[in-house]
């Protein structure tokens, strides 16, 4: 998951809702809405924001 976070392009300083906006783009127009992929996006969703926290965190550690 790692890699397709880095894919999106988004400064470790943005907002959740940047990060969110970025990954609903990475996902396939057909699948936006499908009920039927409600679940998976959900859980991608939470991957890229779990991913993006890492992130940030790492910075403020080290002070990057």
Known sequence: ??????RLHVHVSA????VVRAARSR???RHRR?????Q???RFYR???G???KH???VLTFRL
Do not use: G, T, V
Not at 1 to 6: L, S
Not at 15 to 18: K, Q
């Open 1 to 6: 998951m790692q890699a397709k976070y880095d």
């Open 27 to 29: 996902i396939a127009k």
């Open 15 to 18: 907002s959740w809702r940047d």
């Open 56 to 58: 940030q965190d790492l």
């Open 47 to 49: 991957k890229m924001l």
């Open 40 to 42: 998976e996006r959900k």
């Open 51 to 53: 991913c993006h926290a």
């Open 34 to 38: 499908s009920p039927a992929m409600r």
